[in-house]
């Protein structure tokens, strides 16, 4: 991950057809990616000679998450935690992006924003995670966290938690998440889907597949919506379309072809930014509605066109040795105009406001190489991995900052003359090249598995805002060690250390360079997955503690509190806990429960010292149980029920010394489900926050609020074929 340090607020279906797909690199989650033969649809139903109606989803309960090892490896075997957020899983519980996706998950919190129609903000262990596409890094930086592809055209959401640069090169310590595209099948399917719901959410989507002729199999996939936000006078619209073609070469040689283009749009949006007073504490004047908009709606506008396009490659030379190539375009283009409240007056009502336009393009090109081998030595068996990638990526990004005129917070009257945007100056332009060497070998004697991982960086940062460019090279060695051993019930208690590094750009304001932000992590733990308890039990879980230091973060200078120092560290500990399971293709339950401790454990700005980590809640619980009856008058029909429960989380760590640092209350939301499936159809309603809790996601400043995510109710309609 490129960090470029600035001290700034974050501030149809079936397009085309596959005779015009734009090829895209491709990683499957499953135990081999390059051959799997995907299925058309997640839940699959059939109506038995009795009448009983059998709701299969055959992935609910994960296996593997090939994000983990870069091989085939299963989840339990892996000495680290790892959730998958299976395709199964999204459609049952309808989560529309990623940020929701999470819920339901132990050690990561999203949403830090509320529901922003944008991007899909994450905490891992408290950090902000690196976005991964099929494997290969998404084109991100500080100022892009994530680019927000659609959720539609994924099977799964794979969270690699704790270190993970020995794999992945520079990372943040507290880990990654990947995002696993639909596949081509040669079995023939696809569904055709309509959603509508609150706040006049519509959306139609579908995706197709299965056999061109033989040894081709392709799949396309598209999704158009079209809702307001829960925003006064906010409108977003989206289109996405990713096709796909996988073609068998040779009988030993497959080439996977995967490609995605995403258009958003989104009219009036603030995307936030409410005073404090009103939202987190009582306002004298009153109650701010949860829906006020203190921008202007027919000024305001973000828009941001992406693409991707690649291939993966994979030969196999013998039954135990293979070889994998994965490769990657991006182009990404985002622009936003914004005039959004940032001051309170002394009457409590008038907020002052700036205007905030931003433009932002990045290009990148990135590949990964990799042997992936098995033999033996005797009687130790090997699984041995040896990589090399590289990582081309350039960001150029503007933006301009001025005054607007006051607002009344209870009152909003718009301009009715034409705002003009100020002109845009700019402010980054960087190129950075990555190249990494990986080798892995996992060991096994028996039950006892042995994991050594290490991986050498170099990476080039060139910056050309400076005169002359600035040119720095920062260099890392990454390494990892974890043991495990599973027994013949699938139980595996295991340990692992790693460590991880961050690459910084910038200096201080005396003019040094920053260096790398190191960070190590040890991990212990247990893992379950029921493999003696019966086909018609499937499950896993998993227990783990861990305690992640990071050395070099960037922290606040105590002389130049707008700029940044280098000899701080950052310490986050804690508990997860995690079960997904589904019985007799009747009973799904998501548990989880974490506590995370994540401070600011050394700086030379003592305000900062013992903080926590933003957006980070100590406590994060949660449960959802589902159930569908197959037999009777109710064969078919389901439902389920779930809550959530988040501690009290600070908005933002000290940067001047503030009277009030913005602690989020605790909040318990509550969220359920009903569905009825027959063979060919599913029907569903799902509902978030379903008695309408009014409560503050995040509020960094005295004017820096988010409202959460009101009720939702959306129906589905879909069509298997």
């Known amino acids: 991950m490129l960090v470029l340090r600035g001290k700034l607020n974050r501030a149809a279906m079936l397009m085309a057809s596959v ?49 983990a ?32 996706a999470v819920r339901y998950t132990a050690g ?50 794979d969270i690699l938690k704790g ?60 999704m158009y919506r079209d809702r307001d936000g829960q925003t006064d006078h906010v409108t977003a619209r989206r289109a996405y379309v990713a096709p796909a073609v996988s073609v068998d070469i040779t009988p030993d040689t497959k080439l996977t072809a995967l490609g995605y283009y995403q258009w958003d749009r989104v009219e009036g949006d603030t995307n936030g930014f409410l005073p404090a007073l009103g939202v987190l504490y009582p306002n ?84 990964d190489n990799r042997f992936d081998a098995r033999f033996a030595t005797g009687a130790i068996e090997h699984q041995v991995l040896v990589g090399f990638d590289y990582r ?23 301009s009715t003359v034409p705002i003009v945007a100020p002109a845009v ?28 991982s290490g991986r050498q960086d170099w990476s080039e940062v060139t910056d050309y805002t400076k005169t002359p ?32 590094f961050l690459i910084n750009v910038g200096s201080t304001v005396g003019g040094e360079r920053f260096v790398p932000s190191e960070g190590k992590q040890w991990e212990a733990g247990i893992k379950y997955d029921a493999r003696g308890l019966g086909d018609d039990v499937r499950l896993f879980a998993t227990a783990a503690v861990f305690r992640i230091e990071q050395d070099n973060p960037l922290l606040t200078d105590p002389s130049s509190v707008f700029n940044d120092i280098q000899t701080g560290q950052i310490v986050s500990k804690g508990v997860e806990l995690e079960v997904v399971t589904r019985i007799q293709e009747k009973l799904s339950i998501n548990a989880s429960y974490s506590y995370t401790d994540a401070k600011i454990t050394r700086t030379e700005f003592l305000p900062e010292l013992g903080a926590r980590l933003e957006a980070t809640p100590q406590h994060k619980a949660s449960l959802f149980v589902d159930y569908t009856h197959d037999t009777g008058a109710l064969a078919g029909f389901g439902g389920g029920f779930g809550v959530r429960h988040l501690s009290s989380s600070p908005g933002v760590t000290p940067t001047t010394i503030p009277a009030v640092l913005y602690t989020s209350p605790g909040v318990t939301l509550f969220d359920a489900a009903l569905h009825y499936d027959i063979p060919g159809w599913r029907l569903a309603v799902n509902g978030s926050n379903i008695f309408d809790k009014r409560y503050a996601g995040r509020c960094n400043g005295p004017v820096g609020c988010f409202f959460g995510q009101s009720r939702q109710i959306i129906a589905t309609v879909t069509k298997q074929f």
């Open 163 to 222: 270190s993970s640069s020995v794999l992945y090169g520079s990372t943040p310590p507290g880990g990654i998440y990947n995002l696993t595209s639909r596949r081509p099948s040669s079995r023939f399917g696809g569904e055709v889907q309509v959603k509508y719901g609150t706040d006049d959410f519509k959306q139609i989507a579908g995706t197709i597949t299965g056999p061109l002729t033989d040894g081709v199999n392709a799949r396309v996939t598209g």
């Open 392 to 414: 081309n990526y350039r960001e150029q990004s503007a933006f301009a900052f001025a005054a607007a005129t006051p607002i009344d917070i209870f009152n909003p009257v718009y």
């Open 469 to 500: 460019d600035l040119e720095t090279n920062q260099n890392k060695f990454t390494w990892r060690v974890g043991a495990t051993y599973l027994t013949d019930a699938g139980i595996a208690p295991y340990i692992a250390y790693s460590t991880s």
């Open 425 to 452: 100056a700019p402010f980054t332009d960087v190129r950075l090249k990555q190249y990494g060497l990986y080798v892995q070998d996992q060991l096994k004697l028996s039950n006892f598995i042995l994991t050594l």
């Open 284 to 367: 004298p004047e009153g109650e701010l509605p949860r829906s006020v908009n203190l921008g202007e709606p027919d000024y305001n506008f973000y828009r941001r066109e992406q693409w991707g396009a690649g291939y993966e490659l994979t030969h196999r030379f013998s039954s135990a040795l293979r070889f994998t190539q994965n490769l990657r375009w991006t182009d990404y283009s985002e622009y936003q105009q914004i005039i959004y409240a940032n001051g309170l007056g002394a009457d409590n009502r008038t907020a002052s406001r700036a205007n905030f336009p931003f433009a932002d393009d990045t290009q990148q090109f990135t590949v």
């Open 69 to 100: 090892s870069k091989t085939n490896v299963p989840l339990i075997e892996t000495p680290q935690s790892v959730s998958v957020i299976s395709r199964d899983q999204i459609d049952l519980l309808n989560f529309v992006d990623v940020q929701e």
């Open 108 to 157: 990561v919190a999203g949403e830090n924003y509320g529901p922003d129609l944008r991007f899909d903000f994450l905490r891992v262990r408290g950090f902000i995670p690196v976005q991964y596409i099929d494997g290969l890094q998404a084109p991100v930086s500080d100022t892009i966290d994530n680019v927000g592809l659609d959720l539609y055209g994924f099977e799964a959401i």
């Open 19 to 67: 005779t015009m797909i734009v090829p895209g690199m491709a990683l499957a989650q499953d135990a081999e990616p390059a051959e799997q033969d995907a299925a058309p649809t997640s839940f699959e139903t059939v109506k038995q000679d009795d009448g009983a109606i059998i709701v299969t989803a055959r992935r609910y309960v994960p296996q593997g998450a090939i994000t």
